[in-house]
């Protein structure tokens, strides 16, 4: 099985109760589930109790605590509203009688109206950029401890294909301005379902996104004198994408302090349509500071 194939197949829940489903996380070596799955799978949760003419336009959601990968989660949905126009629901993940995660997500039926979106930045495009192989054989053996996580953690998510547009400050350098541009897609061809694409896009968004924290301090998610954990997530869907097709994940990082840095991230298809808007704050504490 391919591993866009198992993906898929993790993010198709299993429906215990009418409001009630359940999902499992890979065991691929991690020691808690990564935040992407969760956010993936409550809002497949969410959606499964929704009328199919009422695609989501927005989650919102926080982090409690990390996840067993070991152990099924439990999605309990919350039917809180259904309008004229738009449908509200709110899904809590469960592990061992403990929520983990807390989303809330907003659907409605599609309309027309004003319409208007920024452009996509002027950047390399993906087909210049090496892939993960051709990046890490071009550094030889020894390359930096950040690098070494980062090729561990590509080999373990193969799901989805990335291109780093500068990966500078995985090599130690900082960054003059807090941003950086990633090149991502599902490592083959999804079914046509637009949920199916709207889970995949949900899942890939926690990818990278804190990195934009750390490249102005040469910093990386891996490095061990930091501890980093996603503390909430938002997610806005703009218009009609395929995950599996290129896209350019623009991020940047407005302020960080008190062990925290907020992010956020536009997500434009290859042709250039802003496709989703990300946010997210996280953990940034300096190991051996005062709490």
Known sequence: MSAVDQLLQTLDLERIEENIFRGHSPRSGW???????????????????????????????????????????????????????????????????????????????????????????????????????????????????????????????????????????????????????????????????PAVHRAVLAYLSDMTLLDAAMVVHGRTLFDPQIQV???DHALWFHRPFRADDWMLYAQDSPNSGGGRGLTRGLIFSRSGELIASVAQEGLLRLRGAPA
């Open 31 to 193: 020691q808690r589930v990564f935040g992407g799955l969760v956010i993936a799978q409550a809002l497949v949760a969410a959606a499964r109790t929704v009328d199919d003419a009422r695609p989501p336009h927005s989650l919102h959601a926080y982090f409690l605590l990390p996840g067993d990968p070991a152990a099924p989660i439990i999605y309990e949905v919350d039917r809180i509203r259904d309008g004229g126009s738009f449908t509200t629901r709110r899904c809590n993940a469960i592990q061992h009688g403990r929520p983990i995660f807390s989303l809330s997500a907003s659907f409605q039926v599609i309309e027309l109206g004003l319409n208007h979106a920024i452009s996509m930045p002027d950047t390399i495009p993906p087909e210049s950029l090496p892939d993960e192989a051709a990046f890490f054989a071009s550094l030889g053996a020894h390359m930096p401890p950040g690098l070494q996580a980062l090729r561990g953690w590509f080999e373990k998510e193969g799901a989805i294909e990335l291109r780093l547009v500068d990966p500078a400050h995985y090599l130690g350098h900082k960054r003059a301005q807090p941003t950086q541009y990633v090149w991502m897609r599902a490592r083959g061809d999804l079914p046509d379902d």
């Open 229 to 231: 954990a996603s503390l």
